[in-house]
């Protein structure tokens, strides 16, 4: 059914402020220092013909490949992260908590007997620099496996120190910091052997009254938790669902702590990819599904239901989100298409009515679901996308008036640019009928679409092409004139500022 939205001009309720650094990313510990990570995907797979093996999820290897170490001094890798603005940048993953400091060179970069891999003084020097050099701001995780501590011992400091002393010295220090990456799935996460649920909480507390003696300038974020609220389909809040939840979820890690966290940290994505489908075929969203009500509505369900263990456990505290992206499993096929921009979008504008915090993108330059391709750092549609955002849409959330439905998913901030009046995103989910907007007066638009439909690697502005011109210069990212009327065709996501 085509939809009528009215935009207006002044008289808004005003909702929150929103954190200026809400569009974050994470750069993988297992990008730092070479590792696996997500195989990817190929053209075929990418226009959407490729097939799937009906493998499980814990066999998974087969769908993994070894990458050498991110270049953090590329010149277009950090001209790109620079427009994006300041940000956070988090350096974490299942990676980290099995990573050794090798700062003294002492193994020769064999990883000691407990740990996995190792990173050296210069590969975190090169991500200290990084962050120095995009004026960001840094969140980490630490080691916690049997390199460090048998599952019945508590957690020992000694590696995680030389972290912490290290960035201090350099004068990058680390600004937050989680104890463990996603410590409710316990049997992948790299923590000891028999390492219960009880441990984690009894460490936890151990890291965080140490960060807040030793560092009391960072924060303690946690506990980096997933599957809550909805994975997929499924809605972890109802039914038997709630009762496992219960058991495993977010809250399991928080019942029982006595040092107190600043941040409330989680994990969201929509479902998992289809590489991973077959073992977990509930949590699977197909492509044609994207622009439905329930798919768009799954980051606002999670956020409504974190916001409610946060206020139970952690009241006052900011919601971050340190990973999302459309799907675990290193993202869909569509991931690194237009796609994804209207989850991307939405995601944002449906957060900042929610809460004030953080979003964390996985990631910003790996595998398919990065914001910049893997190896050459070219952008892909949700970079242009996250651009706009960040220099369209103000810190002032307003209330846009419209309830959002199919064809008029709408989101009102301030303007980026701090002069009276509004920003506007309009984002047409419906793929059959046209949104019609009516103006109060002069405004500029700017209308995202897929060169090629909505599978499409090249996304337009309003009718433009999006792609990067000579020396790396960004293309013209101006908006357009309008005035009266406007048409938004369908699966467009459009920016309107008056």
Known sequence: MAQNVKIRAGGLQAIRSVDPRLVSYNVEMTEVTGGTFWKAYTPEEIAGNGKFPAIGIFKKGSLMQVYPPIDLTNPRLRKMAKEIGPVWVRVSGTWSTKTYYDFDGETNGTAPAGFQNVLTKAQWLGVLDFVREVGGKLLVSVANCEGIHSAHEPWQPEQAKKLFDLSRAYGVPIDAAEFMNEPNMLSGSGAPKGYTFDDYIRDQDIFNKWLHENYPETLAVGPCSVGGGQMGRMKMEEGLLKIIGR?????????????????????????????????????????????????????????????????????????????????????????????????????????????????????????????????????????????????????????????????????????????????????????????????PGDAVRYTLAGRDGMRSAVMTLNGRELALGEGDTLPDLSGERVSGRVELAPGTCTFIII
């Open 247 to 439: 058991k495993v979820g977010t809250e399991r890690l928080l019942k029982g702590a006595k040092e107190p966290m600043e941040v409330f940290s989680y994990h969201y994505y929509n479902g998992v990819s289809e590489r991973i489908a077959a073992g977990m075929p509930f949590v699977h969203w197909k492509a044609e599904e994207v622009p439905s009500e329930a798919y768009l509505d799954a980051a606002g369900y999670c956020a409504r239901a974190a916001a409610k263990v946060r206020d139970q456990y952690m009241p006052g505290a900011q919601l971050w989100v340190t990973e999302s992206g459309d799907a675990g499993g290193g993202g869909d096929t569509w991931a690194s298409t237009y796609l994804d921009v209207l989850r991307t979008l939405n995601e944002l504008g449906s957060f900042a009515v929610i809460s004030d915090g953080v979003i964390f993108h996985n990631t910003l330059a790996s595998s398919d679901y990065g914001w910049l391709h893997h190896s050459t750092f070219e952008p892909r549609p949700n970079y242009f996308a996250v651009l706009l955002w960040n220099r369209l849409m103000g810190a002032t959330v307003y209330d846009a008036g419209e309830p959002i439905r199919e064809g008029a998913h709408v989101y009102c901030h301030s303007r980026r640019d701090g002069r009276e009046g509004y920003a506007y995103l309009i984002i047409n989910n419906s793929m059959t009928d046209t949104t019609t907007v009516e103006l």
